[in-house]
């Protein structure tokens, strides 16, 4: 059986302060990707923060499971990973 797949961004940085800021001024998508390329430190900022699609399992399992429990068009609460902390805008699933 094939798993489920997801298309997301995200935005990776220090600090959960950060990430919590950060979060407070994102309420669409373009907001989503300007704060991705001014402050994210993973090379993904060039693209907005784009990941493209992957499927379930792929990444670290918090990234994971804040993938598929945050509502689609939504940033995600900041999420600890030991890359640091990320917030997680999903643009689409198929499950």
Known sequence: MV??????????VKSKGEASQ???????LKDFQ?????KSECPSRHKGGDLG???QGQMVSAFDQAVWST????VSLPIKTQFGYHLI???EREE
């Open 71 to 74: 509502p689609v068009k939504t």
């Open 34 to 38: 300007k704060y991705a390329r001014k």
């Open 89 to 91: 805008w999903v643009h």
């Open 3 to 12: 798993k489920p797949s997801a298309h997301a961004s995200h935005i990776l």
């Open 22 to 28: 950060l979060a407070s001024n994102i309420s669409k």
């Open 53 to 55: 699609w992957f499927r």
